[in-house]
């Protein structure tokens, strides 16, 4: 893989990167991405069906000397970017107002596109069928893989695993990270609604603040959440907005509170939900008020297959020598792979992306967020020793 041919193939891929990088486009409006996607799948000749859960594309490769129905290893990437306005000076710059590929699905998606080319130049020698899928809205609920599990893409062939890779610009170009069991957490979003009583800050008997309803609410049920959730088990409850359009003396009739839920246990998940809802109604009585407690339900925690990623661990030291794959900690981050893991054996590992003498240093979801290109190489390495052994 490292003759003077795939390097050439390298730069294309490159070209690729820096096509999507540009040209971002928000969760489930993937349209122009589908249509470049699929127009360089069929300039190469590979087998593809468009407009998957809308804006998704599923691409087969077959095993030459194997059956078609026989069951396969499935790839894949995401398509979608982010309400984020591009702070990098650098020719390829997101050309889309407000929009950017700051979570690397540009480079997940060029790197399974250049995995693809290089399985279907190779189909003489593949062990079982390959199926990739480039999937729409990972950042969005109710997250792209749920749908596109829907659409039946784990099915006809039906898929037997499952490997996506994530960029991490927290380790240098070169370097891969791996985590066996739980390795990210579940995601619910938490809205909350107050009804108070407004009025004239000076007259305290004669409003109900909605601020102090919400604070009280806020505090206790951290309180309730830290003192009952079970030692062994990962969690962050958050709260990121806290609105009520009063003044220094108006007091605003209602407020919101606008947060997030991350744990890796499911039975603690919906007694945390219970937990909170329980302290809504208490404090709202408590203030003669009103709480109404919503939550957005969002991606799975996920869990890496235990025997998938050993044998991914022990392809990938192979590949690139064991002393540059590194064991990774707990995320509380999520991530919609983990659909995947709840009907098949998954695996999601990270490509190191960081180069911190070239300024890369900027982690996923920052505006100067970047990669080391170098990286799509090493990846496209990776994806295609897993799916050759």
Request: charged letters at 20%; glycine letters at 8%; a negative charge.
């Amino acid at each position: 893989m490292e003759n003077p041919t795939f390097q050439a193939f390298v730069e294309e891929v490159r070209q690729w990167r820096r096509y999507l990088h540009m040209h971002p486009e928000p969760s489930f409006e993937e349209h122009n991405t589908m249509n470049y996607v699929s127009q360089i799948l069929a300039k190469y000749g590979i087998e593809h069906q468009k407009n998957v859960a809308k804006t998704g594309i599923v691409a087969r490769i077959a095993a030459k000397h194997h059956p078609l129905d026989m069951p396969c290893l499935a790839l894949r990437a995401d398509l979608d970017a982010l309400p984020i306005e591009e702070q990098n000076d650098v020719p390829y710059k997101s050309q889309v107002p407000g929009w950017m590929h700051a979570c690397g699905h540009d480079v997940h998606t060029s790197i399974l596109l250049g995995t693809a080319v290089m399985l279907h130049a190779s189909a003489e020698q593949l062990k079982r069928p390959i199926k990739l899928i480039f999937q729409p809205g990972e950042e969005q609920n109710p997250g792209g893989a749920s749908l596109m599990i829907k659409a039946g893409v784990l099915e006809n062939p039906p898929v037997e695993q499952l490997i996506a890779l994530h960029v991490y610009p927290e380790l240098p170009v070169g370097q891969l990270g791996i985590k066996s069991g739980f390795y990210m957490a579940s995601s619910d979003e938490i809205h909350v609604e107050i009804e108070g009583v407004g009025g004239h800050g000076a007259l305290v008997d004669r409003f109900v603040n909605p601020i102090d309803i919400g604070m009280s609410w806020m505090q206790q049920s951290k309180q309730q959440i830290l003192a009952l959730c079970p030692d062994e088990v990962p969690q962050v409850l958050t709260f990121g907005r806290f609105e009520a359009l009063g003044s220094t003396n108006v007091v605003a009739s209602s407020a919101s509170i606008k947060g997030t839920f991350r744990t890796m246990n499911e039975t603690w998940r919906a007694k945390a939900k219970t937990i909170l809802a329980q302290t809504a109604q208490q404090v709202a009585a408590s203030f003669g008020a009103k709480i109404h407690l919503n939550f957005n339900e969002g991606y799975p925690f996920l869990n890496n297959d235990p025997v998938l990623t050993e044998k991914v661990k022990g392809i990938l030291s192979q590949e690139f020598g064991a002393d540059n794959i590194h064991e990774l900690d707990l995320r509380m981050t999520a991530e919609d792979f983990a659909f995947y893991g709840q009907h098949r054996p998954i695996c999601l590992f990270r490509l190191g992306t960081g180069n911190a003498q070239k300024g890369i240093v900027h982690a996923v979801h920052h505006p100067k967020f970047d990669i080391d290109e170098q990286a799509l190489q090493i990846g496209i390495r990776a994806m295609l020793s897993i799916a050759m052994q």
